[in-house]
């Protein structure tokens, strides 16, 4: 028990220190070279202030062509500035206890300096990481629409060996796998669409990609709404329990992904409006077929009314709306 203690303890530490560290990458990402040249001219006058200010016999800058010591605002921010950034001409000496603020000025100047030189590379590196993510992001969308494509081919495979009449119980189960895929594909559709935008490289898709994602989701379903009805004419034996529920699993992920583009508004009014209209038609098509009872309620009725809790509480199939 107490070592489980201290492990959750250490676990808490992590965390704690992990969330600063991403607190400083944060506010240092925020920081604009406007900010940091602030910050610099802040830095300058503040030490040629102190140098004023705190002058003293023993401590005070010494102007060695003028051979006195430096008494006006003028020059001591002067020997700031040529402190800070790190140039030394000479002609100003500190003496005294100043040597150490001068250290201290030369210090602070290197550390804007690199500050500079970070942000220099981090605007760089994220032109570059803006680019990559951009083309990465793009690959995905064109693979999950390939994705798709593939299964409408696959589906039309199996319908042409059903006009055959060579259709056999492994198809059914080739279905059922083809189908799984889709289910796949449909979650990371559902994920990129609702991923929070938590980073700045984080991409949201546009309107013109979802509208195509959206209709390679409905001609997907339109094949598998002409196969289940070749497939029923052709008597074939391709009804599997698990088979309808995973239909149906898929046509409520498929109404959320459009209901969520048109909600977050990534969709049109027009473009939400025929796209729901269009998928809740062949979805019911196929929901009928799939029961082979166009006048009966489906069992896909019942798959998503005995989990109204992850998908809703739509106890008719007139109740979409």
């Known amino acids: 028990m107490k070592m489980t203690e201290d492990f959750a303890e250490i676990d808490d530490l992590f965390t704690k220190l992990k969330n600063r560290k991403n607190k400083v990458r944060t506010w240092f990402d925020k ?10 001219g802040i830095l300058i006058l503040s030490f040629g202030v102190a140098y004023v200010i705190f002058g003293s016999p023993e401590n005070h800058l010494y102007y060695g062509i003028k051979n006195e010591n430096v008494s006006n605002i003028f020059d001591a921010v002067y020997f700031s500035f040529v402190s800070a950034t790190t140039t030394g001409f000479g002609d100003i000496i500190p003496m005294g206890l100043f040597k150490l ?21 981090s605007i760089k590196q994220d032109v570059i990481l803006g680019e990559l993510y951009d083309i990465s992001f793009s690959e995905k969308l064109n693979r999950i629409r390939s994705t ?9 495979r199996i319908a042409e060996k059903a006009e055959e009449g060579s259709f056999r119980k492994k198809d059914a189960s080739s279905l059922y796998l083809f189908l799984s895929n889709f289910d796949d594909t449909l979650n990371e559709i559902d994920y990129i669409i609702k991923k929070p935008m938590t980073s700045s490289y984080a991409k949201k898709i546009d ?31 391709w009804y599997m329990d698990i088979t309808v529920q ?20 990534i969709l049109t009014k027009m473009a939400f409006s025929n796209s729901k209209t269009k998928f809740r038609e062949i979805a019911e098509f196929v929901l009928k077929e799939a029961n082979g009872k166009p006048n009966g309620k489906t069992t896909i009725h019942k798959f998503l009314l ?14 979409w709306e």
């Open 246 to 265: 995973l239909i149906g699993k898929c046509i409520k992920k498929g109404d959320d992904i459009i209901n969520h583009c048109g909600s977050s508004k």
């Open 101 to 121: 603020l001068a250290i201290a000025e030369v210090l602070c100047g290197l550390l804007l300096l690199s500050l500079v030189t970070s942000k220099l590379v």
């Open 148 to 156: 798709m494509m593939l299964f409408r081919q696959n589906l039309s």
């Open 306 to 319: 005995s989990n109204e809790k992850n998908y809703g509480k739509e106890t008719e199939l007139e109740t």
């Open 31 to 40: 920081m604009t070279f406007p900010y940091i040249l602030l910050l610099w």
């Open 207 to 237: 309107s013109v990609n979802a509208e195509l994602i959206i209709n390679g989701i409905i001609l997907s379903l339109e094949k598998v709404h002409e196969l289940l009805q070749t497939l029923n004419q052709k008597k074939a034996d």
